[in-house]
């Protein structure tokens, strides 16, 4: 129920300067509130008219969250000169502001609105400090004006200060003139927010600013699902479908957006397709860059490339099969090289060769991994430092204005002398762009993954376009070692891979399938695995050792149900524990919890004294203590990196007893479990299945229905992905006939 109550601003409590959230005490004529919420630019002394709802703290008791609030400017001389020595005014103090009152009297305000040069007047005023003072008294009204005009459309004090920021004094009119601006200039606000405001503004519904937003808003759609293009006739229909709106209008507006650079149309294999510029710019020169890079003329590091090859398995007591022999000699050969082969075919005793070959040549070299969960797990397996894509590339804050850059690129490029990246089916076409800028042409780069996996979060299907374009030289170990054939978890996955049935419950192996009817009981035996069954038989930690995976996030067997249901018996509640609820969800000092974005200014030490910066998407911690009346919570990170988090950035944070398969890509857990049930079939594919099986070390368990299973490994239906830069690398060979 909506409340509005008036008064004066007596204490502020908490300020966050950078998005005016605000805890404050107000002084009505009956009582006193507690009032939160984002208020930016407001100060003690002042007079409002706040709307909101009451909501009871668990600490703190009851609040009024602001909805919307508005300034009561003071009409009497005592009230003005409180107002002005509040400190909204920067450049007036209290001494200040009583010359000011003494001066101009119950005219003081509209003087400094409309005559402020009359400010020179005062003692100790000059020409520049009524200057000052002027702009600032002039930009506190405008804000103030801001919000208010913003509150009518529904925009949040919030958003109004970041808008304000962006459009100063033009704000209402450039609104005014099309408040479709908003989605392109304000991070957060996105068509839909543009589009409620632009109807209660009343703008006709044809208006060409709404249905180029809407045709940017549908690309962006497209793009989320992984595509770098769309078809022109389908971006036209779902458009016009999704807005209401004639096709003539849509294509309309296509060719206005085409003409202005905002996108780009292209005729790719017939058919008229369109870009957004940044995926355009970023595929192009992907395409560009690596056919640059292949066709560098490089040295030839040795004359006898077998002999030096047999030093290198003498020297690490290893036997190579043929084609590792030959991915070695590839890799001192070629500009670009692809190295790819599922679970058991040697990827790491190859990139460990060509590591070693490499060294003993005393070339530098760099180590590189999409997440920060690859990038360890790449340093544990080649015993050298092995950073994220990101860090490596200096991915920071790089100006006043708060925006992120990549700090090494084309003006600062990587000095190494060759760089290996993997995990490569992870890195989607904006990741390789930025990569590539970074890479001298004469820089020997190695991409190692494997295809079968699931395809990148983002734009694009760069691994599977290089590796199909026939362009760049890829090395395809296939041969399963011996030792690697001892093991269900191997031996399944390649079975998966090749569309057959995995072996399941054999005796005395690693790879086992639990049948259940119903979700009710698959929960259930997943709980009795963590809790009881697994730790007593394998003798494993039931947090740190077992993961368990889910293809989805939503349903009785998706990751916030299973999560809960786990926490619950993992991690139960107890007065000796602290803990935050964080909207749906629970955090309990003692939970698996994961980073679920790269967060490069977060700051981590270590009880040996070292520091550092940057926590990353698919992180693993625990909690390790919460302090409510500090709001921060302590997180111990990859056993060693103790990182504190602000309660405002919790929502960086999931349980993670269960995460998606998505999200395990680039992980290595002991013991993974899988609920398998029905489920919608553009998501229970094969490679979801052979993503999740390849994540396990030591053993997997399923537990479901053994159909589901069956319909994942016959469903081979990959997503087809619109992605240009196969298409483009292929362009390239047949017209200049290269062979490889």
Not at 598 to 616: D, Q
């Amino acid at each position: 129920m909506s409340v509005e109550i008036q008064g004066i601003l007596s204490e502020i409590i908490f300020k966050n300067e950078s998005n005016g959230y605000t805890v404050a005490i107000v002084e009505t004529e009956e009582a006193q509130a507690t009032i939160v919420g984002y208020m930016p630019m407001i100060n003690t002394g002042e007079t409002f008219n706040f709307c909101g709802k009451w909501i009871v703290h668990p600490t703190y008791g009851e609040q009024l969250e602001i909805v919307s609030y508005k300034r009561i400017m003071p009409n009497t001389i005592e009230g003005i000169e409180k107002y002005l020595a509040s400190g909204i005014i920067k450049g007036i103090g209290p001494k200040t502001a009583k010359r000011i009152v003494d001066q101009f009297g119950k005219e003081t305000l509209d003087m400094m609105q409309y005559t402020p040069h009359l400010l020179t007047k005062v003692s100790g005023i000059g020409d520049a400090k009524a200057k000052k003072i002027a702009e600032a008294f002039r930009e506190q009204r405008e804000v103030s004006e801001v919000i208010l005009f913003l509150q009518e459309y529904g925009v949040t004090p919030k958003y109004a200060i970041k808008i304000y920021k962006q459009y100063k004094e033009n704000t209402i009119a450039y609104i005014q003139e099309n408040p479709y601006r908003l989605a392109d200039d304000i991070f957060g606000i996105g068509f839909k927010i543009a589009d409620a405001i632009a109807k209660r503004m009343g703008l006709n519904p044809t208006s060409p600013y709404r249905i180029m937003c809407g045709v940017k808003f549908i690309l962006a759609q497209y793009n989320l699902e992984g595509n770098t293009f769309t078809p022109r006739e389908e971006l036209m229909e779902d458009t016009a479908k999704t807005l209401e709106v004639k096709k003539e209008l849509v294509e309309d507006a296509i060719m206005q957006l085409a003409i202005a650079h905002e996108i780009h149309l292209e005729n790719l294999e017939g058919k008229i397709v369109v870009f957004a510029m940044p995926l355009f710019y970023a595929e192009t020169y992907v395409c560009k860059k690596l056919i640059e890079m292949a066709q560098v003329d490089l040295k030839s590091l040795s004359e006898d490339l077998d002999e030096e090859i047999a030093e290198i398995e003498k020297n690490e007591d290893i036997v190579l099969a043929n084609n590792q022999r030959n991915a070695i000699k590839e890799a001192t050969k070629n500009g670009v090289l692809v190295v790819t082969g599922g679970p058991g075919t040697g990827k790491t005793t190859t990139i460990n060769s060509i590591i070693k070959m490499f060294e003993n040549h005393n070339l530098t070299m760099a180590l590189a991994a999409p997440t920060g969960r690859a990038a360890k797990r790449m340093s544990e397996a080649t015993g050298r430092e092995a950073k994220t894509i990101h860090r490596l590339l200096e991915y920071a804050y790089m100006d006043e204005g708060g925006g992120m850059s990549f700090g090494k690129n084309e003006e600062e490029p990587l000095a190494s002398d060759v760089v290996i990246i993997d995990e490569m089916s992870m890195v989607d076409i904006r990741l390789m762009h930025a990569l590539l800028k970074a890479l001298l042409p004469e820089t020997r780069l190695i991409l190692v993954g494997d295809v079968d996996q699931l395809p990148s979060v983002g734009p694009g299907n760069v691994l599977r376009d290089i590796i199909d374009s026939s362009v760049i030289k890829v090395v395809k170990l296939d041969e399963i070692f011996r030792q690697a054939r001892e093991s269900m978890i191997i031996v399944n996955a390649h079975k998966i891979n090749k569309g057959e049935y995995p072996y399941i419950n054999k005796k005395e192996k690693d790879f086992y399938f639990i049948k259940k009817r119903s979700q009710e009981h698959v929960v259930q035996t997943i709980k009795e695995l963590c809790k009881e069954r697994l730790p007593k038989f394998n003798h494993c930690d039931p947090v740190k050792n077992i993961q368990v995976l889910t293809p989805m996030k939503k349903g009785q067997v998706g990751m916030f149900q299973l999560n809960n249901a786990l926490q619950e018996i993992l991690n139960p509640k107890s007065p000796l524990k602290e803990e935050k609820k964080m909207k749906d969800k629970i955090f309990r000092v003692g939970d698996k919890v994961m980073q679920m974005k790269n967060n490069y200014n977060l700051k981590w030490k270590t009880e040996k004294g070292t520091s550092g910066e940057g926590v990353f998407n698919g992180d693993f911690g625990y909690i390790q203590s919460i302090d409510v009346e500090e709001k921060e919570m302590s997180i111990l990170f990859d056993e060693e990196k103790w990182v504190n988090y602000d309660f405002s950035q919790l929502d960086e944070l999931e349980l993670a007893y269960c995460i998606t398969i998505h999200k395990s890509q680039g992980s290595e857990f002991p013991i993974v479990i899988m609920p398998t049930f029905w489920g919608p079939p553009m998501l229970l594919t094969r490679n979801l299945l052979y993503t999740a099986v390849t994540r396990a070390k030591q053993l997997v368990v399923m537990v479901g229905i053994e159909a589901s299973l069956k319909n994942m490994v016959d469903n081979h239906r990959i997503i087809q992905r619109n992605s240009g830069l196969g298409i483009r690398l292929k362009r390239f060979l047949t017209e200049n006939l290269i062979e490889f």
